[in-house]
């Protein structure tokens, strides 16, 4: 089933949620802006349903939203890119910076800022919502004309949310789409992230340098804050990341080994999220800082209030060999699936 309403407007121009909700009772809805995923209501191991994914109070939060990015669509190019520059068969481009040098999640018109036409699919057995656009280069300054679409679907025999990307596009490109979902398995948001064990099936972490730019080296686990390939109680894990690392939380790419990427499990209530994809690493990113006054169910957003877990390509990739493919040659069509798998450990 599949509700379609008025969110608020952009000017003159209406911005619809849409909520998909399943024989299970689970629901996920979405806006058409920024692709939007807005709300995940799944139940704990009592039956009670609850909210797991960070998403704003109202649409003015999200148009406003330029650092957290709080369950947007990121593209063309999730993560950083360093100086915005990068080669395509020995061409050279720039691309808009908008982080100091950097271009960071598709620079400051990607995905996230866009505007998104839109189509829904009700079957039996499940039911779909398809964002759809075409990116000129002039509007976000990548090379080439891009079609894209973002499918959110779900269906009635289990607790799955399949994420589907497709893009075709005139000219050699840049292709590294994810969805920037921020999780919180505890049914009360001032636990924070209490409660909650992390598990990533990955042997080894991407290096960072300045301004949280991979090196190009690839680290092992073993020994270090982020071994996560057994449970780890997250926020020990974060404050062990602190003392070994001098940082503020995790905001780190992993190298993933399998396509069953990552599990997060809370102990309390039982929900258990399972993220499978086939893209090469998964970014974490604990809510390390917030800039500003920000809202979520009504609660001010401050620090661990969730986590954010993005699989995609290894950021900037492109200008490391052995990072992964995110070229999108000149009319080839590349597909990305993502799979969050809800259940209940009793």
């Not at 998403?55 to 148009?63: A, H, I, M, R, S």
């Not at 400051?108 to 009700?122: A, L, P, Q, Y």
Request: proline share 3%.
């Amino acid at each position: 089933m599949i509700e379609k309403k008025i969110f608020g407007y952009i000017n003159e121009t209406p911005i619809y949620q849409f909520i998909m909700k399943n024989r299970q009772g689970m629901k996920v809805s979405c806006i058409s802006h920024g692709a939007t995923l807005t709300e995940i209501i799944v139940p704990d191991k009592k039956g009670d349903f609850s909210n797991v994914l960070l998403g704003f109070d109202n649409l003015e939060e999200y148009v406003k939203d330029n650092k957290m990015y709080l369950g947007a669509a990121i593209g063309r190019v999730g993560g950083r890119i360093k100086d915005g520059v990068f080669e395509i068969k020995g061409k050279g481009y720039k691309v808009p910076q908008n982080e100091g040098e950097n271009t960071l999640h598709g620079g400051g018109n990607g995905f996230n800022t866009m505007i998104w036409e839109s189509k829904i699919e009700e079957t039996d057995d499940h039911a779909s919502v398809t964002f759809y656009k075409t990116i000129l280069s002039e509007e976000d300054g990548f090379p080439g004309k891009l079609d894209v679409e973002i499918i959110y679907e779900i269906n009635n025999n289990n607790n799955d949310l399949l994420i589907n990307f497709k893009g075709l596009s005139d000219k050699d490109t840049l292709f590294n789409p994810t969805v920037h979902s921020y999780f919180n398995l505890n049914s009360d948001l001032s636990k924070l992230l209490s409660n909650h064990t992390l598990q990533i099936n990955a042997s080894e972490y991407a290096e960072l340098g300045i301004k949280c730019i991979p090196t190009g080296k690839l680290k092992e686990v073993s020994g270090t804050a982020f071994d996560f390939r057994e449970a780890k109680n997250l926020p020990e894990a974060i404050k062990k990341v602190k003392e070994q690392f001098g940082v503020d939380g995790f905001d780190h790419p992993f190298k993933l080994n399998s396509e069953n990427s990552v599990t997060l499990i809370n102990e309390e209530n039982g929900r258990r999220l399972d993220i499978k994809s086939d893209r090469n690493a998964l970014i974490v990113y604990t809510l390390n800082s917030v800039n500003g006054d920000w809202t979520v169910e009504n609660r001010k957003v401050i620090p661990n209030m969730g986590i954010a877990l993005e699989p995609q390509t290894l950021p900037d990739a492109i200008n490391h060999k052995d990072f992964g493919d995110t070229v999108l040659l000149a009319n080839e069509t590349k597909e990305y699936v993502i799979q969050y798998h809800f259940s209940v450990v009793k």
